[in-house]
């Protein structure tokens, strides 16, 4: 079975990314795709981050609030 | 047959660690798979008869509106629980998925868009599968943005657990929309029971796309009901432990 990878008589595996005039509509799904996946797996870790540091400034916060009590005259 | 994994699963740290466990696992599987399949897909697989490579889009089309089907269902399934048992780890799967089911059916609707222009000859219609689909798009949203108006938690799992299972009923709508309408789209391509009418090396990227999404979407549910935990059990001493370890279980 011939695939898309081949060598034709435009020449080269150039070929493969010249998907004739429908080259534009796939290559615009599969980068659109690309792009919302790739945000869709980094955005969940960005959060994890952020919260982390957030609930760890609270909890020095509360601890710091907590020592300027004990030491009030 | 012991009932305790039902309990365990609603303990919080205990579904945690498992997520801990697993989600580097799924996603890794997840992308390694879309990869092949893409490449596959796009390179490999021949190019239909009748449609040239523009085919080459069903790669992405059709798994994408599987699962942000799949994921639907599993928000209902956990707004159910959520009701009956008053499980608090369910309304967190509802909280983590809705934004990947909403990218899952952008990107079904945004590739069927985009293969519909070479194909039929235009961008939308409003017909029965297209419309029901976009009606999905916007329960996700629906669901979203009920999350983000109601602040009191009991409150916000009972609104959103009842939203979701009321719009379950758009589920079946979508599946025989093209059954029961004269519809410009096509039948589905993949049924369970029979053989597909494609040659192997047409199927099997797509069938590789289909597992790998599915692990993938499972990997980032892990990951977001664990920011949800986080979150929300942030005033316990074993997140307070968690959190000056930077996260890890252990």
Known sequence: MKGAVSLDERGGIVSAFDMGTHGLYVWLSYGVSALVLFFLVLEPFKVRKKMIKDIHAKRIRMEQRQENLNNAP | MKWTFFHKLGSPKWFYDLAERWQFILLGLGLLLLCVGSVWGLFFAPPDYQQGDSFRIIYIHVPTAILAQSCYMMMAAAGLVGLVWKMKISDMFIAAAAPLGAGFTFLALFTGAVWGKPTWGTWWVWDARL??????????????????????????????????????????????????????????????????????????????MVIGIYCLFTGLVFVRVQNEILQREQKTKWVQALVERGGKSR
């Open chain 2, 131 to 208: 419309t029901s689909m976009l009606l999905l798009l916007f329960l996700y949203f629906g669901v979203i943005a009920l999350r983000s108006s109601v602040t009191q938690v009991e409150m916000r799992a009972k609104a959103s657990a009842i939203l979701v299972l009321v719009g379950v009923v758009n589920i079946p709508i979508i599946k025989y929309s093209v059954e029961w309408w004269n519809t410009l789209h096509q039948p589905a391509t993949f049924t369970l029971t029979e053989k597909p009418a494609m040659p192997v090396e047409m199927w099997l990227p797509l069938l590789i």
